[in-house]
């Protein structure tokens, strides 16, 4: 069993739909980041949590420290949300992440 | 500020050979994280260094090595490569140790034949 896991693998939506993605982890985490990932391989960091809730813009990431869960949601998704969408946790003995295998999300017009 | 820059972006090498990838961190980062990526394993940390230190490894044999050069600047090192090496290299960097966001490079996609 992955230390991270995320659900569901795929996800498809039709534009404007709500969309939320699922992060469950099994160790002791100092922060956990969601990143998403574009064709091609570049890495852009969307929020790092250590408890509560983020928004940005149409992005909004919750986590729950004692259920050891969090989640992405994606308001208006728009078909340039269209990524894989990374978990990944920092551990309370360091700075090393563990990563989830991702989300590939793909927004339709 | 420029961003984390990487290099070089493309590289094949054939097995046995050696490789070595260079990172170069945002101005002022001080902190520099390794990453592989592949198909079947996703992502994972390699090791993470700050002031010129090792600070993390992660579970890859003797033949990954880094090192960090008092500019900050990181190269990563692999020997005697494998087909199974063949993966995207992506190193990140933060201002200091522990520092929320990590700001990754475009990656060095390395192909092993």
């Known amino acids: 069993k992955n230390e991270v896991e995320q659900s569901p693998q795929n996800l498809t939506a039709q534009e404007g739909e709500f969309i939320t993605i699922n992060c469950s982890y099994s160790?002791?985490?100092?922060?956990l980041h969601w990143l998403q990932q574009h064709p091609g391989g570049g890495i852009v960091s969307l929020f790092m949590l250590s408890s509560g809730k983020k928004k940005h813009g149409r992005l909004i990431a919750t986590i729950n420290i004692q259920e050891k869960h969090s989640s992405l949601h994606i308001t208006a998704s728009h078909p340039r949300d269209s990524a894989v969408y990374i978990c990944?946790?920092?551990?309370?003995?360091?700075?090393?992440?563990?990563f989830g295998e991702g989300t590939q999300l793909t927004v339709n017009p | 500020k420029a961003g984390v820059t990487q290099t070089p972006r493309y590289l094949i090498k054939t097995r046995g050979q050696q490789v070595t990838l260079s990172c170069s961190p945002i101005?002022?980062?001080?902190?520099v994280s390794w990453y592989q990526q592949t198909p079947g394993q996703g992502l994972q940390f390699l090791f993470e260094y700050f002031s010129e230190t090792q600070r993390n490894k992660g579970n890859f044999p003797g033949r990954f090595s880094g090192r960090q050069f008092s500019n900050s600047r990181s190269e990563m090192n692999v020997s005697t490569l494998e087909l199974g090496d063949s993966a995207l290299y992506l190193c990140a960097s933060t201002p200091r140790q522990g520092e929320e966001t990590q700001y990754f490079g475009p990656g060095t996609r390395l192909l092993v034949l």
């Open positions: 101005s002022g980062h001080r902190s």
């Open positions: 160790v002791g985490i100092s922060a």
């Open positions: 990944a946790v920092e551990e309370t003995s360091g700075s090393r992440l563990t």
